[in-house]
T-cell receptor, first 112, second 111 residues
Framework: DTAVSQTPKYLVTQMGNDKSIKCEQN?????MYWYKQDSKKFLKIMFS???????INETVPNRFSPKSPDKAHLNLHINSLELGDSAVYFC???????????FGSGTRLTVV | GDSVTQMEGPVTLSEEAFLTINCTYT??????LFWYVQYPGEGLQLLLK?????DKGSNKGFEATYRKETTSFHLEKGSVQVSDSAVYFC??????????FGTGTRLQVFP
């Protein structure tokens, strides 16, 4: 069973479109995250939720809106996509940061 | 703010060579330290961790020791294999419960 699953794995879309990426974890973790990995492999946190409550909201354009319907799901909606949004987006979860995160396999977003 | 600095890659080695990937950190408190590995086309996997000074994390032949005096967490392996080729990320978790990553170091191991 996949611990943290993201869909879709690949997403190619045109500028200006709106798209969503879904994430689900079956580990019973309380906290979920979205990270963005750019073309140089640099990873930066975007958001974190703890039990459906937004905890961390880094400097991210407000075109990005996370939604957590329950503590097992954290979706990412992106409005008016731009070329610079092209990246790999990783979802992750943790029970306590002391023990590290479990990452999903990533969603490669390409905006053309 | 807190940060992690890793050596630039790629690191290119022959099979069975000794590996060291340097990692130093800057943190105001006492962070937990991690090494993650990303194989091509995959997500990140936790390789090892250490939660306090002088702790040694180890897994799959890799080791790293939390050195508070030098603010370092260098990754080592005595004999690398081709299958170890991947990108390695050093990270720390601060009091805000977020992971802060280094820029990653690509390791290439040739037969």
């Amino acid at each position: 069973d996949t611990a943290v699953s993201q869909t879709p794995k690949y997403l190619v879309t045109q500028m200006g479109n709106d798209k969503s990426i879904k994430c689900e974890q079956n580990l019973g973790h309380d906290t979920m995250y979205w990270y963005k990995q750019d073309s140089k492999k640099f990873l930066k946190i975007m958001f974190s939720y703890n039990n459906k409550e937004l905890i961390i909201n880094e400097t991210v354009p407000n075109r990005f809106s996370p939604k957590s319907p329950d503590k097992a799901h954290l979706n990412l909606h992106i409005n008016s996509l731009e070329l610079g949004d092209s990246a790999v987006y990783f979802c992750a979860s943790s029970q306590r940061q002391l023990y590290g995160y479990t990452f999903g396999s990533g969603t490669r977003l390409t905006v053309v | 703010g807190d940060s992690v600095t890793q050596m630039e890659g790629p690191v290119t080695l022959s099979e069975e060579a000794f590996l060291t990937i340097n990692c130093t950190y800057t943190a105001t408190g006492y962070p937990s330290l991690f090494w993650y590995v990303q194989y091509p086309g995959e997500g990140l996997q936790l390789l090892l961790k250490a939660t306090k000074a002088d702790d040694k994390g180890s897994n799959k032949g890799f080791e790293a020791t939390y050195r508070k005096e030098t603010t370092s967490f260098h990754l080592e392996k005595g004999s690398v294999q081709v299958s170890d080729s991947a990108v390695y990320f050093c990270a720390l978790s601060d009091h805000t419960d977020k992971l802060i990553f280094g820029t990653g170091t690509r390791l290439q191991v040739f037969p």
